[in-house]
């Protein structure tokens, strides 16, 4: 063989050896995902699907809602096609008001019962919250409330009254225990149930980063349950609604309840309406301010 053959072969061989060999697509690390709209090879655009159904503000809606029933309402009874008899005019009922306004009696009949919903509605929250608590962290305690909180429970609150006037007298003390007892057993519910449906994981994780016992309850426990707990104090609050008017018509002389059961008394229709209506306007506002609490406690959630 010839050595410039030889040298050729020689060269070639270190070349092969020397040069880079065709680079495999290994694993490419994906970069940061927009979690905008996406647009595919296409052109088609893929919408963003990670929302987690959160729900979105349209209050206006509300009062959409309500407009369009006070119109059908007043088309209704302005035709005759609703008798006046069972439903009076929207027209004739919000005259009543501005009038029960301008004479004073609004604030009359109004300021007693929002203190008798108040006090009774605190007092029962609280012994209520701080049970329910109880309940779900202590299983003594548990063991020992759960059965007769059962028993409690399902006892109508407003066939209670009579009693309650026995113990307490026909004044304010009977209206206050009536609301507070009426508040006290949803909570109770509510809140050892919220309790129970804290995530597990969280506190064996706190535990893990020894947490105190304190830290883990103010940290992790209550802040898991108070959704569960704003849940309940809406249905609380709407049954305290409920047990006020029932208190204000025994035995009271100025309060809504007391100013309905008047109203009925005479068949005054507008008037039965009027209070009516300032109850559900109370529920309104009760629930806002229950809806204010929640996004400004519950920030955290996504």
Do not use: C
């Not at 040069?19 to 893929?46: A, L």
């Not at 006090?119 to 003594?140: D, H, K, M, N, Q």
């Not at 009426?182 to 706190?206: H, K, Q, S, W």
Request: hydrophobic share 50%; proline share 7%; glycine share 10%.
């Amino acid at each position: 063989m010839p050595k410039s053959l030889d040298k050729e072969i020689l060269r070639n061989a270190q070349e092969k050896l020397t040069s880079p060999g065709p680079v495999s697509p290994g694993p490419v690390s994906p970069g940061p995902v927009s979690p905008g709209p996406v647009s595919s090879e296409q052109g088609i655009t893929i919408p963003f699907r990670g929302g987690g159904f959160a729900p979105v503000s349209r209050p206006w809606m509300g009062f959409l809602v309500f407009f369009v029933l006070i119109v059908l309402l007043e088309i209704g009874t302005q035709t005759g096609f609703i008798s006046n008899l069972t439903i009076p005019k929207p027209s004739d009922v919000f005259k009543n008001f501005v009038e029960l306004y301008t004479s004073g009696l609004l604030w009359t009949h109004l300021v007693p019962s929002l203190l008798r919903f108040v006090i009774g509605s605190i007092i029962g929250v609280t012994i209520g919250v701080s049970l329910g608590i109880a309940i779900g962290l202590f299983s003594y305690v548990r063991a020992g409330l759960v059965p007769f909180i059962a028993a409690l429970f399902p006892v109508p609150k407003i066939a209670l009254l009579p009693l309650f006037v026995i113990w307490f007298g026909i004044d304010e003390t009977s209206k206050y225990a009536l609301i507070a007892f009426g508040t006290f057993t949803p909570m109770v519910v509510a809140t050892y149930g919220a309790v129970d449906n804290v995530d597990r994981t969280l506190i064996r994780m706190g535990q893990s980063f020894n947490l105190s016992w304190f830290s883990i309850v103010r940290k992790i426990v209550l802040p898991g349950a108070m959704a569960g707990i704003l849940s309940g104090l809406r249905i609380a609050l709407a049954i305290a609604i409920i047990l006020l008017v029932a208190a204000e018509m025994l035995g009271a002389e100025y309060g809504i309840g007391a100013y309905i059961l008047e109203a009925g008394s005479l068949y005054d229709l507008e008037r039965l309406f009027t209070g009516v209506a300032i109850l559900s306007i109370l529920g309104v506002v009760v629930n806002t301010a229950i809806g204010f609490v929640e996004r400004r406690l519950l920030r955290w959630r996504v």
